[in-house]
């Protein structure tokens, strides 16, 4: 028994040791969606091993301790209470070491998910009922939202209506966006692709076809995009 506790007790010691090791890694810019990757990898992984042990340990004592005959009352040593509360405490005082690791390591990815990097670009969100619009500043508006690789993107959003919810799942971001104040996400995208977002608070009827589409796209075709897009704004301004 003692040795299963000690397996037990050195798993937990294996997890946080690696754990803080894997913390110290990264460096320039955090990106919230690997961080949050990682997390979400390092729980699976915590929960299935804790899960295999209980599981060993519990198929273990019901073959060993079963009644071999109806008339079997049992004879387990009885134990003091210092074993007692021993046996009680160690196991839980292992499982909240984890749990404590756990959220700490969750606080700090929080915290990179609210600390908006200095150089970030700015796009206004709103969200209507039933569409969103990305504002790029000088008048250019889009009903698709155009991010440039390698650069941080904050994105305020907000609501003239219902309460929305906007999502991008492949960044890992999702907030609500509603009446009367302004929220905030921020992404990093680091590889040019089309990604999709979606508004994920039930706000009507058409609710289901409120998404659209996350143009990653590479530095130079956003620069000139963008350029584009504000001479023609332009041009409409002056009618
Ligand atoms: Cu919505």
Known sequence: MTKILSTIYGFACGLLLTGAARAEEGGELPDPAAGWDHLWREIIIDITIIGVVFGIAAIYMMIRYRAKNPNDVGSAPK??????????????????????????????????????????????????????????GDGVVTNELNVPVGQPVVLRMTSPDVIHSFFIPAYRVKEDVMPGRVTYIWINPRTPGTFISTCTEYCGTAHSGMYTNVNALVREEFDSWLVEAKAEAAEEAKG
């Open 79 to 136: 134990l003091t209470k210092a074993q007692a509360i021993a046996w009680a405490m160690i196991p839980a005082a292992i499982f909240m070491a984890d749990d404590f690791f756990l959220s700490a390591k969750g606080w700090t990815l929080w915290n990179v998910y609210r600390r908006v990097p200095d150089n970030a670009m700015e796009i206004k969100v709103t969200g209507y009922q039933w569409y969103w619009e990305f504002d790029y």
